[in-house]
C-alpha cells in the first residue's frame, strides 16, 4: 500500500533562514503526493501536490517540492521562512485502495526563532 | 459557499454513551472522508464514502459507523464511546481522485 514517511518529527529554523521538509514515500507507480500544513488550532490547509509532469511542484505560501523518484523523495522547500510559517506540516500520499483517501505522514512540527 | 462545515466543534462525553458528528459539504463532491487525528499519528483514515449511499471502511473503522443518505452529508457516530476515541476528528470532501480533498475545521471529541 502507499505509505510516506517524514523523518524529522521536529524542526527549528531561523526566521530569514531556507527551510527543506523531508518525506519519502512508497509506492511502486507514480504516486500522487501532497503536501498541508496545520497551523495550531485550524483544519488542514493545501500547500501544494504532485499528480505528474514536471517533478518541480509551486504551491502557495512561496513553497516548492521537488517529486524525485530514484530517491522515492518529495521534499518541501521554502528559500526564506517567515515567522506565521510555524506550524504542523504533513506530506500525503493518495491510496487508491481506499477510495483515493490520503495516507499521512507523522508529521514535521516547525519552530520558527527570531 | 460555506466548504466543508463539521458540527458540533468541540464535545465531551462520559464512556459508554453515544453520539453523531455531522460534515456537510456544499461543493457537490462525490468523495467523502472521516480521519482522525492524534499526538504523533498524523491523521488516519475512520470510514469514507465514494458516492451517496455507498460506505466503507478505513484504517481505523472499529468503534464508528457512517452514513451517507444525502450527496452533501456524511455522519460519523460512536455507538459506545471509549476514552480511545478521545481525538481530533476531521471531515473531508473530494470532487474526483485528481482532485485535493477540503477539510473542515475539526471537532475535538473528549471521552472521560
Known amino acids: 500500500a502507499q505509505s510516506v514517511t517524514q523523518p524529522d518529527i521536529h524542526i527549528t529554523v531561523s526566521e530569514g533562514a531556507s527551510l527543506e521538509l523531508r518525506c519519502n514515500y512508497s509506492?511502486?507507480?507514480?504516486?500522487?503526493l501532497f503536501w498541508y500544513v496545520q497551523s495550531p488550532g485550524q483544519g488542514l490547509q493545501l500547500l501544494l501536490k504532485?499528480?505528474?509532469?514536471?517533478?518541480l511542484v509551486q504551491g502557495i505560501k512561496g513553497f516548492e517540492a521537488e517529486f524525485k523518484r530514484s530517491q522515492s523523495s518529495f521534499n518541501l522547500r521554502k528559500p526564506s521562512v517567515h515567522w506565521s510559517d510555524a506550524a504542523e506540516y504533513f506530506c500525503?500520499?493518495?491510496?487508491?485502495?481506499?477510495?483515493?483517501?490520503?495516507?499521512f505522514g507523522k508529521g514535521t512540527s516547525l519552530l520558527v526563532t527570531p | 459557499n460555506a466548504g466543508v462545515t463539521q458540527t458540533p466543534k468541540f464535545r465531551v462525553l462520559k464512556t459508554g454513551q453515544s453520539m453523531t458528528l455531522l460534515c456537510a459539504q456544499d461543493?457537490?463532491?462525490?468523495?467523502m472522508y472521516w480521519y482522525r487525528q492524534d499526538p504523533g499519528m498524523g491523521l488516519r483514515l475512520i470510514h469514507y464514502?465514494?458516492?451517496?449511499?455507498?460506505?466503507a471502511k478505513g484504517e481505523v473503522p472499529d468503534g464508528y459507523n457512517v452514513s451517507r443518505l444525502k450527496k452533501q452529508n456524511f455522519l460519523l457516530g460512536l455507538e459506545s464511546a471509549a476514552p480511545s476515541q478521545t481525538s481530533v476528528y476531521f471531515c473531508?470532501?473530494?470532487?474526483?481522485?485528481?482532485?485535493?480533498?477540503?477539510f473542515g475545521p475539526g471537532t475535538r471529541l473528549t471521552v472521560t
Open positions: 509506492y511502486g507507480a507514480t504516486p500522487y
Open positions: 504532485y499528480f505528474s509532469g514536471d517533478t
Open positions: 464514502s465514494v458516492g451517496e449511499g455507498t460506505t
Open positions: 461543493m457537490n463532491h462525490e468523495y
Open positions: 473531508a470532501s473530494s470532487r474526483d481522485f485528481i482532485y485535493e480533498q477540503y
Open positions: 500525503a500520499v493518495q491510496n487508491s485502495n481506499s477510495g483515493y483517501a490520503l495516507n
